[in-house]
């Protein structure tokens, strides 16, 4: 056994003997019962959040957290709906959060909290209130929502508590345009940061190429950074690039990255517009209509990839 892999095992065993703090608690008082969903306030704050306890909620087994942030003047129900991060099909023993952010929201109040913060101090909250397991908490958006996991990602502090991010449709703007948010300075870590990105190639409000006029930066661009960020070297080239439908055409593109299998990956989907790839109708293909959300809805559940892929990522260090 090499040194590292002696090392990591005994970074495995103190996660395992330090009690996440929410543990072995009786089921705290104003969270939805499990099997339900709830809208509730973050204590001391003037922040809500939709949340979700799975229905085999174990106060003696720690449990994964799933947090998905809505897109521009949406809310946590609505994001509720459209990811399916409550559907047990999906996610069938995970802890769901939506949390309410401004800013996802384009007439976002800016003298409110941060919101980075915010999700610090929700994540804080439940690790103390729930059995939550500190090596598998997740970050997911659709359009300025997802922009805003990748934000998370970039903060030290922060997305150093989220093993593995995915986005939908993100709006992605400049790093440093997102108002109260600094340059993008992700700690440095063994796991990286695994990635799964999806874009539809007829969005017209997140265009995959990025727009000038609202400062938007080319999908390519993003995944250069995030692959960069991980340890390839500057602009690489995917390692494969396949297709996963024929029509419409949905390729699935995947990086290596200093010996980090597949830690960033992309779904391009032709005729898909600004909508939560989905088999089945959802609130985007319902309510974005026919020109957005062209067919009505898709061939593949984003959903399902999200949740084969968060399977494939765990933090293998208390931070
Ligand atoms: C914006 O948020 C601040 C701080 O919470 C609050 O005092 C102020 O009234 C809000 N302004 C608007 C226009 O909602
Ligand atoms: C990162 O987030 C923490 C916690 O919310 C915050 O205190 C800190 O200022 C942020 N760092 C930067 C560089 O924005
Ligand atoms: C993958 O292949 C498609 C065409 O088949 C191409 O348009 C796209 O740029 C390639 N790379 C990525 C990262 O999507
Ligand atoms: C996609 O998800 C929906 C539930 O939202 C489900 O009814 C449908 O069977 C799923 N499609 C596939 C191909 O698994």
Redesign the pocket.
């Known amino acids: 056994m090499r040194i590292s892999s002696i090392l990591s095992l005994a970074a495995l065993v103190s996660i395992s003997s330090a009690k996440p703090s929410g543990c072995g608690k009786n089921f705290p008082e104003g969270f939805p019962t499990p099997g339900s969903s709830k809208t509730i306030d973050l204590p001391n704050s003037d922040r809500s959040y939709r949340i979700h306890i799975p229905e085999n909620y174990d106060v003696n087994r720690r449990t994964p957290v799933y947090f998905s942030f809505c897109g521009a003047s949406r809310n946590g129900k609505e994001q509720e709906g459209l990811s399916q991060f409550s559907n047990p099909e999906f996610n069938p023993d995970g802890i769901a959060v939506y949390p309410e952010i401004w800013l996802s929201n384009s007439l976002a109040n800016t003298s409110h909290p941060n919101d980075v913060d915010f999700t610090n101090d929700l994540l804080t909250h439940l690790e103390e209130k729930l059995c939550v397991d500190p090596s598998r908490i997740y970050a997911n958006g659709k359009s300025n929502g997802g922009e805003f996991a990748a934000v998370i990602a970039c903060n030290a502090t922060v997305g150093s508590r989220f093993a593995a991010f995915s986005v939908v449709s993100g709006a992605w703007h400049e790093t440093g345009d997102v108002p109260g948010v600094g340059p993008c300075e992700p700690a440095m870590r063994e796991e990286g940061y695994p990635f799964l990105i999806f874009h539809g190639t007829v969005d017209q409000t997140a265009p995959i190429d990025g727009s000038k006029e609202d400062d938007e930066v080319s999908l390519?661009d993003v995944?250069h950074k995030w692959t960069e960020r991980n340890g390839c070297e500057k602009d690489a080239k995917?390692k494969s690039?396949v297709?996963v439908f024929e029509d419409p055409?949905v390729?699935h593109?995947s990086w290596d990255c200093a010996g980090k299998k597949d830690i960033v990956q992309?779904y391009?989907e032709e005729d898909n517009g600004h909508c939560w790839p989905s088999t089945v109708p959802n609130d985007d293909y319902e309510t974005m209509g026919r020109k957005k959300c062209p067919g009505g809805h898709y061939v593949f559940n984003a959903t399902e990839y999200i949740f084969d892929f968060y399977k494939q990522h765990r933090l293998n260090q208390m931070v």
């Open positions: 390519i995944l995917w690039n297709t055409l390729k593109a992309f391009r």
